[in-house]
T-cell receptor
């Protein structure tokens, strides 16, 4: 069964550094998403992406964050000037369309030191 | 603001019994609902979804019930197995809006 894959599984970074989290969505999906889950808390929406542009973003997704689809398969989340509070699990998801199930990867655990 | 929440944070059931996990939502405009299962160290795994024009949908060993009158969603798992132990999230959205997740219920299956 096709699945969303994310790399790396764990990223440790010094505060103030930039990180890039990578995702390969399911190949025939058109909508892509990033979510965040702080330890023990619920999953929070960050951003959705369709047709090579951001379609919606949350208050969390400020100028520190950016997304890109650099080629036909990858979808990346860049976090600049990382802060301690950016430590969380970051999940990528994709769906065939709106109102369709979003399928999630297993996440990248980001630890900011 | 409007949000999705869960009545019970933890649920323990005997293996073989049926499990019922509940979820309340507050956005009356929500028209699509999903249940996800999250095992330790993994991402949310899609279980079943339901649209607002339905009140019941069945899958393999799972049933989702939607009561729009009281804005309540439930997930029923039949003959619960140890492999069902996980955190279960409900999520909802309205039209093209982002999915809003509930806080999660931890299901523990006692062998």
């Amino acid at each position: 069964e096709p699945e969303v894959t994310q790399t790396p599984s764990h990223q440790v970074t010094q505060m103030g550094q930039e990180v890039i989290l990578r995702c390969v969505p399911i190949s025939n999906h058109l909508y892509f998403y990033w979510y965040r889950q702080i330890l023990g808390q619920k999953v929070e929406f960050l951003v959705s992406f369709y047709n090579n542009e951001i379609s919606e973003k949350s208050e969390i997704f400020d100028d520190q964050f950016s997304v890109e689809r650099p080629d036909g398969s990858n979808f990346t989340l860049k976090i600049r000037s990382t802060k301690l509070e950016d430590s969380a699990m970051y999940f990528c998801a994709s769906s065939e369309g709106t109102g369709q199930p979003q399928h999630f990867g297993d996440g990248t655990r980001l630890s900011i030191l | 603001g409007e949000s999705v929440g869960l009545h019970l944070p933890t649920l323990s059931v005997q293996e073989g019994d049926n499990s019922i996990i509940n979820c309340a939502y507050s956005n009356s405009a929500s028209d699509y609902f999903i249940w996800y299962k999250q095992e330790s160290g993994k991402g949310p795994q899609f279980i079943i979804d339901i649209r607002s024009n339905m009140d019941k949908r069945q899958g393999q060993r799972v049933t989702v019930l939607l009561n729009k009158t009281v804005k309540h969603l439930s997930l029923q798992i039949a003959a619960t197995q140890p492999g069902d132990s996980a955190v279960y999230f409900c999520a909802e959205n309205a039209g093209n809006t982002p999915l809003v997740f509930g806080k999660g219920t931890r299901l523990s299956v006692i062998a």
